[in-house]
């Protein structure tokens, strides 16, 4: 029997919502390049705790996903938190090997 978003936590709610619209997603030798879009959410996964995924992206609202908030890539690790906001572009994204980044689509 299916239940109501109302019997699910917080979490798991939210859980649920991200990826209803589709990701894209992106790897060592196919990374992003001042790719425009809509995303709600990026994730960096790897085959091990040493896997980095480096990326700049821009948002329409507050600072850019970058080093200094114009500039250059942000180290996200792989298996390390989801990053939400409202990205409209992936400007540059360094993807070891055995890596991905996840763009949700919202």
């Known amino acids: 029997m299916a ?17 209803q619209n589709g990701f894209d997603i992106y790897y060592n030798g196919a990374t992003p390049s001042d790719v425009s879009g809509k995303w709600v959410a ?6 091990s705790a ?3 995924v480096l990326v700049h992206a821009e948002t329409s609202i ?11 890539e942000i180290t996200m690790q792989g298996g390390g938190p989801v990053l939400y906001g409202p990205f ?9 090997a055995g890596s ?3 763009a949700y689509r919202g």
Do not use: E, M
Request: net charge neutral; charged share 10%; glycine share 12%.
């Open 3 to 19: 239940k109501g978003l109302q019997h699910y936590s917080v979490v798991q709610a939210q859980n649920a919502q991200l990826g």
């Open 42 to 47: 990026l994730q960096a996964l790897g085959v």
């Open 50 to 52: 040493n896997s980095l």
């Open 62 to 72: 507050g600072n850019n996903l970058s080093d200094d908030g114009s500039t250059g």
């Open 88 to 96: 409209n572009k992936l400007v540059s994204a360094t993807i070891a």
């Open 100 to 102: 991905v980044l996840i």
